[in-house]
């Protein structure tokens, strides 16, 4: 079992920034050894990828969020961040932590232009 728990959502205007933390807990097995990720779910559309990064480090970004957003993860803290900035109204969602088929509660993000 593993629990995920998103912090660091809220308002901010086109073009500021946010970060958002994703702080894992429970099985240390499947946390060490599982990518751990970045969804978001707009209104009115389906789940989508945003960032991966693996224990050791390797990243993979959607394309419409590369060069502006950011993942990274602290081991020996077992928490995940996403840093994003020169955010865009069509940022605004709904940002889900995940490690395999585990879900964070999500965290809203709106961006106001």
């Known amino acids: 079992q593993v629990q995920l728990e998103e912090s660091g959502g809220g308002r901010v205007e086109a073009g500021g920034s946010l970060r958002l933390s994703c702080a894992a807990s429970?099985?240390?097995?499947?946390?060490?050894?599982?990518?751990m990720g970045w969804y978001r779910q707009a209104p009115g559309k389906q789940r989508a990828l945003v960032a991966t990064i693996t224990y050791d480090g390797s990243t993979n970004y959607a394309n419409s969020v590369k060069g502006r957003f950011t993942i990274s993860r602290d081991n020996a803290k077992n928490t995940v961040y996403l840093v994003m900035n020169s955010l865009k109204s069509e940022d605004t969602a709904v940002y889900y932590c995940?490690?395999?088929?585990?879900w964070g509660q999500g965290t809203q993000v709106t961006v106001s232009s």
């Open positions: 995940a490690l395999r088929n585990y």
């Open positions: 429970g099985s240390i097995y499947q946390i060490y050894n599982n990518a």
